[in-house]
């Protein structure tokens, strides 16, 4: 059975692209947040990306209009009742996702996939909170959702096939390409990116090169198309952080042990581009 309608519960960064990305595909989507600011905010993100696929010539004005109009939004979870899956792409914190999950029984249709964009949350934890949980996956979209092909798809333990294949179904109609992991923390991308970020900032702590030379290395060392400080700061150093912290507790290991400069710069706000300051000043 194919999905065409999609639920989001989240207007931020990840939920409006992943609106974007399936109404562009032709879904209709409903695209809940906490409050009307919060949901129009997303739309005007939306329009803006579209405008500027418009000026690269990807898009055209009857097509951003056309994707536009596919997307509804409410600040009622009771607007989700009609949707075939559910992503929940909310802020990196286990009780919150809890706290989703659980508004939407009784409201998501009995049939319906519940998905969650996490990037280091088990997947397997998650379903266990749910009524069905052979119908709860994760399926993790990468920053910048419209422009990034990759879709990581995490079975839980307790994941159907008949979801797995549904999800899967639906990333290749969305345009992307789907990788399908086991529930572990970080999955397979994050597992091997976010240390790797952590590793530069203590590089950068203990001065042994400026934060251009060490995102110039990487670029021209590693063919990375951005350094991972640049990277920090698009994703958020608090999400680093959390990240980091995630893979600590679940692994017990050393190893992923957050760098202190990154855990200062949390403390001190400086979280990247959305605060205008993080390794660098934007």
């Given at each position: 059975?194919?999905?065409?309608?999609?639920?989001?519960?989240?207007?931020?960064?990840?939920?409006?692209?992943?609106?974007?990305?399936?109404?562009?595909?032709?879904?209709?989507?409903?695209?809940?947040?906490?409050s009307d600011a919060a949901v129009n905010k997303g739309l005007a993100t939306i329009a803006g990306s579209l405008d500027r696929l418009i000026k690269k010539d990807k898009l055209t004005t009857a097509e951003k209009d056309a994707a536009l109009a596919r997307i509804s939004t409410s600040t009622d979870y009771a607007a989700l009742a009609g949707a075939d899956i559910?992503?929940?792409?909310?802020?990196?914190?286990?009780?919150?996702?809890v706290k989703i999950l659980k508004q939407l029984e009784g409201v998501a249709k009995a049939d319906a996939i519940l998905a969650s964009n996490t990037s280091s949350i088990s997947i397997t934890k998650l379903a266990a909170i749910v009524a069905n949980p052979s119908q709860f996956i994760g399926m993790h979209f990468f920053n910048p959702v419209p422009l990034m092909a990759l879709v990581e798809i995490i079975r839980g333990l307790q994941t159907s096939d008949e979801t797995h294949a549904r999800v899967e179904a639906l990333a290749r109609q969305l345009g992307k390409s789907p990788i399908t992991v086991k529930n572990a923390p970080g999955f397979v991308v994050n597992?091997?990116?976010?240390?790797?970020?952590?590793?530069?900032?203590?590089?950068?702590?203990?001065?042994?090169?400026?934060p251009e030379e060490i995102d110039e290395g990487m670029k021209l060392g590693c063919n990375h198309p951005i350094g991972p400080l640049a990277l920090a700061d698009m994703i958020g150093l608090d999400v680093c952080l959390s990240v980091m912290n995630v893979f600590y507790e679940e692994f017990e290991?050393?190893?992923?042990?957050?760098?202190?400069?990154?855990?200062?710069?949390?403390?001190?706000?400086?979280?990247?581009?959305?605060?205008?300051?993080?390794?660098?000043?934007?």
């Open positions: 059975m194919t999905i065409q309608h999609v639920g989001i519960i989240g207007a931020g960064t990840m939920g409006n692209g992943i609106a974007q990305a399936c109404a562009v595909a032709g879904l209709p989507v409903t695209m809940v947040d906490i559910v992503i929940e792409a909310a802020t990196e914190n286990f009780d919150l996702k597992r091997i990116l976010v240390p790797m970020i952590n590793e530069a900032f203590f590089v950068l702590a203990e001065n042994l090169a400026t290991d050393s190893k992923y042990r957050a760098c202190p400069l990154l855990k200062e710069m949390v403390a001190a706000g400086y979280l990247g581009r959305k605060t205008g300051r993080g390794v660098y000043t934007y």
